[in-house]
């Protein structure tokens, strides 16, 4: 009995082409199957269709630390104005404005320094008058 070494159709004569894919090439019950010689490997080809990922800019809240230094339309800070010009102008030295802005590392800077003697005090004072004094996350003071 043979067979089709490519579809494996049983052929009765082996003196004709496969019925099914037109081969000369047979293999019989008797002898083991031959390997047989490709001229290339099969490729395949498949479209692969990706759906074009779309980046939204996460939204920054108030309160949030990634806030500062992003471009975002901005609010104001809770904190008045008018309460930290006059604890500037009280207690500028101790840098309790500071403290009370949140801003709790340059406050104790302030604390032990008096307020880089006086220099630093003078500087957050024009800072708060002309409107440039931020809290902790870089808010404008309400007015």
């Known amino acids: 009995m043979a067979y089709c070494v490519y579809c494996k159709t049983h052929i009765l004569n082996i003196g004709q082409k496969c019925p099914n894919c037109g081969s000369t090439h047979f293999l019989t019950d008797d002898e083991p199957p031959k390997a ?6 099969r490729v395949e080809y498949h479209t692969v269709y990706v759906e074009k990922p779309v980046y939204v800019e996460k939204p920054y809240y108030v309160g949030d630390p990634a806030f500062r230094g992003k471009t975002v339309i901005r ?6 104005w008018v309460a930290v010009l006059i604890l ?16 709790i590392g340059t406050g104790l800077l302030f604390l032990f320094t008096f ?3 006086g220099i630093g005090w003078l500087i957050d004072l ?4 002309s409107g440039n ?3 902790q996350y870089g808010l404008p003071l309400t007015k």
């Open 36 to 41: 047989t010689e490709t001229s290339e490997p």
């Open 126 to 129: 024009i800072s708060i008058l």
């Open 115 to 117: 307020g880089w003697c």
């Open 88 to 103: 500037c102008i009280l207690t500028g030295g101790w840098g309790f404005h500071r403290f009370y802005v949140g801003k």
């Open 75 to 80: 609010a104001t800070s809770n904190k008045s």
């Open 133 to 135: 004094f931020c809290d």
